[in-house]
């Protein structure tokens, strides 16, 4: 066994409120939940890992912008404070924003590669390549937004587009840290990934799979239902996907969680808080 990770905090960096038929294929449309917007902070030799970061706060809290970037009434961000959500979660974790070595994101959708902008120039970024190119294929300037970009879709060019990032490109699983092994889930976007993580003897082993969009809500696990956004993927390709995760946790004996649960995210988030995983040596 290899050096694994010490630590695992996970952050709640804002709420979507938005129709469940979002999250399970299917759901009626008129059913509403308030989402998590989840990131999850690992302690590895070397540093900490961030795993996604949240809303681009700048397109929630300039208006102008708001009106672009999240004008459908539909799905709706709701910010936790009117500072930056990453840096007072980070604060309450005890952490400094300085103290994170490496970033990875799930996918580029803006509720998760929002706040790259504060780690541009300074930290590796990891990402899958399918993700990169789907994203970069977005119009670069603001007007042209055709139906079917990746704009429509919920990927914000500005989020990620700056020649400053220290992008670590994939093509499929790897280890990206010590303990923490991304997996490509395809489906809910073009280069969707999901992180394997292995906790370190010293901390009791064992782990977690967090699966991020590629199921978003316990439901999906447990009853095997797609989630209801995919991009350029039919329903029977996210199932897949949350089988190969079940089929990886089983095999390792580690829980599986998932990225948006109004329930499992905030009792994750207790539990861990009150454990040794997150506390003391
Ligand atoms: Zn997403």
């Not at 995210?265 to 861990?272: S, V």
Request: proline share 9%; net charge negative; glycine share 14%.
């Amino acid at each position: 066994m290899g050096v694994g990770v010490r630590r695992i905090v996970p952050l709640t960096l804002g709420w979507e409120d938005l129709p469940k038929s979002v999250s399970v294929e299917g759901a009626p449309e008129r059913e509403r939940l308030r989402e998590p917007v989840p990131g999850v902070l690992l302690e590895c030799d070397g540093g900490w890992l961030l795993l996604d970061t949240g809303f681009n706060t700048a397109l929630i809290t300039d208006l102008a912008l708001r009106r672009r970037y999240h004008g459908d009434p539909a799905i709706q961000p709701v910010l936790p404070g009117p500072g930056e959500p990453l840096g007072e979660a980070l604060a309450g974790a005890g952490v400094d924003m300085a103290d994170i070595h490496a970033v990875a994101v799930s996918h580029l959708h803006n509720d998760h590669a929002g706040g790259l902008k504060h780690f541009v120039g300074r930290v590796p970024v990891h990402i899958q390549r399918a993700e990169l190119d789907y994203g970069m294929s977005a119009p670069p300037g603001p007007g042209g937004s055709p139906e079917g970009s990746p704009e429509k879709n919920g990927i914000y060019r500005v989020d990620f587009d700056d020649p400053r990032i220290d992008w670590r490109i994939a093509d499929g699983d790897g280890e990206i840290a010590p303990g923490v092994t991304a997996v490509l889930t395809a489906g809910h976007t073009p280069g969707h990934q999901s992180f394997v993580v292995s906790l370190d003897e010293s901390v009791g082993g064992g782990g977690f799979v967090f699966a991020f969009d590629a199921a978003d809500l316990t439901e999906n696990i447990d009853r095997e239902v797609a989630v209801g956004g995919r991009i350029n993927a039919g329903p029977e390709v996210s199932v897949e996907q949350i089988r190969k995760l079940k089929r990886i946790a089983a095999a390792r004996g580690y829980r599986l969680v998932p990225g948006h649960d109004p329930v499992a995210w905030p009792a994750l988030t207790a539990e861990l808080a009150a454990s040794a995983v997150r506390g003391q040596p």
